[in-house]
């Protein structure tokens, strides 16, 4: 079972590297749909608070965050962390392999840079 999860990321990350190679900055910028904008935003709200200076940070944050991590990277590390919340041996390979814990630190660097940026 490992073997066929590990596959199976491995397969993602080649397919994402060879996309996020041929996309431009432009695509980059604008590839995250607005329901992901919007869900990131309700949660930073929900963290930060509920006015609209909060807001506008909030908003920043996914702009510097979207302009560093494409979106496809961004929804695999989301997924990773998503799993890493699940008990279990079968869900270990999500909180030790080198490559899940290299989607979840990009975004978690690009969160603190839009941090320094926006906050």
Known sequence: ?????LTALIVLAVCATGQAQAQSAA???N???T???ADYV?????????????LRRCACSIDVIASI???DKYVEAET????????GERMSIFRTTA?????VASVRRAQAEADILCF
């Open 1 to 5: 079972m490992r073997a066929v999860i």
């Open 27 to 29: 695509d980059r910028l």
């Open 31 to 33: 590839d995250y749909p």
């Open 35 to 37: 329901e992901a904008r």
């Open 42 to 54: 309700f949660g930073c709200m929900a963290t930060n608070g509920r006015s609209s200076d909060v």
């Open 69 to 71: 991590v494409p979106y």
């Open 80 to 87: 990773v962390l998503s799993l890493q919340q699940v008990g």
């Open 99 to 103: 490559m899940a814990k290299e989607l």
